[in-house]
């Protein structure tokens, strides 16, 4: 016996027997499918799980979101901000943790709890949020409702290169949302308008054109026509050198602004030197 005619369990543990003139609450617990039909997925009790109703629809309706960019224009978005950030913590050292890189994975938090996580796997780029106010509570909740986990790449790189970014008090990660690329496309669980909602559109800079991007940190960090150059040398400099370092003369302009604060710069430059 499979879930061909299955029966619908309510939050209320009560047995339902499916009635397809009634359309079902969006908190009723379903029977899914694991492997989708369409992908070679059978109708055996190994193949599937309970979610909500709401959860099921959502996650076989995946919305193509972001079309108008793509993983290397994120990820050229990536690296300027974190450019821009390693020349001016010199003069905000307090924001020394708002960015970091961590090997290929890009970090980001703002100030009112919301934290992102860019991971540039080889083949799959993987983008998680995790407000604080709003969110999504334990690795199997999370891969059931944020995921395709038809996709076996996805849930590896979400589990090892994701989650540990994004653990709470009960050492259990929690996300609030969660988009990745597929066949040049980018994929969510939720559109795009609740994305940006959800998670305080903290992702907005890295959505911008190059040239709003540019913009935004240069208001951002009050930085002067002076340093938006040196930070536009530094990036051109990065995208083109396999070995790229500060210079000794880089060094010596980021004493000049900055002072003994200058140590903040070169610890930040340290991480964008993979």
């Known amino acids: 016996m499979g879930i061909k005619d299955l029966t619908i369990v309510s939050p209320g543990y009560e047995l339902i027997r499916f009635n397809p003139q009634v359309t079902p609450a969006p908190d009723e617990w379903q029977f899914e499918h694991i492997i989708p039909k369409?992908?070679?997925?059978?109708?055996?009790?190994?193949?599937?799980?309970?979610?909500?109703?709401?959860?099921?629809?959502?996650?076989?309706?995946?919305?193509?979101?972001?079309?108008?960019?793509?993983?290397?224009e994120i990820y050229k978005k990536?690296?300027?901000?974190?450019?821009?950030?390693?020349?001016?913590?010199?003069?905000?050292?307090?924001?020394?943790?708002?960015?970091?890189?961590?090997?290929?994975?890009?970090?980001?938090?703002?100030?009112?709890?919301?934290?992102?996580?860019?991971?540039?796997?080889?083949?799959l780029l993987v983008c998680a949020v995790q407000n604080e106010k709003d969110f999504i509570g334990g690795e199997k909740n999370i891969t059931k409702t944020l995921l395709d986990t038809s996709k076996k790449e996805l849930i590896e790189v979400a589990e090892s290169e994701i989650?540990?970014?994004?653990?709470?008090?009960?050492?259990?990660?929690?996300?609030?949302?969660?988009?990745?690329?597929?066949?040049?496309?980018?994929?969510?669980?939720?559109?795009?308008?609740?994305?940006?909602?959800?998670?305080?559109?903290?992702?907005?800079?890295?959505l911008y054109e190059m040239e709003d991007c540019i913009k935004y940190w240069k208001n951002y960090y009050e930085a002067s026509d002076e340093q938006m150059d040196f930070i536009h040398s530094l990036f051109d400099r990065r995208i083109n050198e396999s070995n790229f370092s500060l210079s000794d003369s880089d060094l010596q302009k980021l004493k000049f602004w900055f002072g003994d604060n200058a140590n903040y710069c070169e610890e930040a430059f340290q991480e964008i030197f993979f």
């Open 38 to 72: 369409d992908k070679g997925g059978t109708n055996s009790f190994s193949n599937c799980q309970i979610v909500s109703r709401k959860f099921n629809r959502q996650k076989y309706n995946m919305n193509t979101i972001f079309s108008f960019t793509n993983r290397n």
């Open 163 to 206: 989650f540990p970014y994004f653990l709470l008090d009960d050492e259990e990660a929690s996300v609030t949302a969660v988009f990745w690329e597929s066949n040049d496309a980018f994929l969510s669980c939720i559109d795009e308008k609740e994305l940006m909602e959800k998670t305080d559109n903290i992702l907005l800079p890295y």
């Open 78 to 123: 990536c690296l300027y901000a974190s450019i821009a950030h390693a020349v001016m913590v010199g003069k905000y050292y307090l924001l020394s943790e708002e960015i970091s890189w961590d090997g290929c994975n890009y970090l980001i938090q703002n100030m009112a709890g919301v934290k992102a996580v860019f991971a540039f796997a080889e083949k």
